[in-house]
């Protein structure tokens, strides 16, 4: 009886630490590139000094998650597709300042919000062009200690 909870408890602890999708999704391909930005965070106060205008090299990791290999070519996803994708996607923030790119005065253009603009841009190009279907995880490094992800179904 105490062998099936301690089971069931570390399986309830794997799943919160990291996410249900690792014994559904077993195989996973990961990609890497960045991008520099500038923005603000509009003025407002709670932001501290980033309040106002800096710029930020983010690096950017994406993985791709999935429940069976490609049945040809025994791959999660072309990585070289991937990762031409990747930069694609990257490319519409390269080196612009986020509050043109987003002009609406409302939009915080956060870590988090921007690790979901990637996942989607990815995940639309994938789906059309790849065929890929499971979970995308972007993770968006600010520094070599703080980073925010998004993570959605294709």
């Not at 014994?23 to 996973?28: F, H, I, K, V």
């Not at 490319?91 to 987003?102: A, P, Q, R, S, T």
């Not at 972007?138 to 294709?154: D, I, N, P, Q, R």
């Given at each position: 009886?105490m062998?099936?909870?301690?089971?069931?408890?570390?399986?309830?602890?794997?799943?919160?630490?990291?996410?249900?999708?690792?014994?559904?999704?077993?195989?996973?391909?990961?990609?890497?590139?960045?991008?520099?930005?500038?923005?603000?965070?509009?003025?407002?106060?709670?932001?501290?000094?980033?309040?106002?205008?800096?710029?930020?090299?983010?690096?950017?990791?994406?993985?791709?998650?999935?429940?069976?290999?490609?049945?040809?070519?025994?791959w999660?996803?072309d990585?070289?597709?991937a990762?031409?994708?990747?930069?694609?996607?990257?490319?519409?923030?390269?080196?612009?300042?986020?509050?043109?790119?987003?002009?609406?005065?409302?939009?915080?253009?956060?870590?988090?919000?921007?690790?979901?603009?990637?996942?989607?841009?990815?995940?639309?190009?994938?789906?059309?062009?790849?065929?890929?279907?499971?979970?995308?995880t972007?993770?968006?490094?600010?520094?070599?200690?703080?980073?925010?992800?998004?993570?959605?179904?294709?």
């Open positions: 009886m062998r099936g909870r301690v089971a069931t408890f570390l399986m309830v602890l794997n799943q919160a630490i990291f996410g249900s999708s690792s014994r559904e999704l077993p195989y996973a391909l990961g990609v890497r590139d960045s991008f520099m930005i500038g923005h603000s965070f509009r003025g407002n106060p709670d932001f501290g000094p980033a309040a106002n205008m800096h710029g930020a090299t983010y690096t950017c990791d994406v993985e791709f998650r999935t429940a069976k290999l490609h049945e040809k070519n025994n999660v996803i990585i070289g597709k990762l031409s994708i990747l930069s694609d996607v990257l490319g519409e923030y390269n080196f612009k300042n986020l509050d043109e790119v987003f002009p609406d005065e409302t939009v915080m253009t956060t870590t988090e919000f921007m690790a979901k603009k990637v996942h989607d841009g990815v995940a639309k190009r994938v789906k059309e062009e790849c065929g890929f279907s499971g979970i995308i972007v993770k968006l490094w600010e520094s070599h200690m703080a980073w925010a992800s998004y993570e959605g179904k294709v």
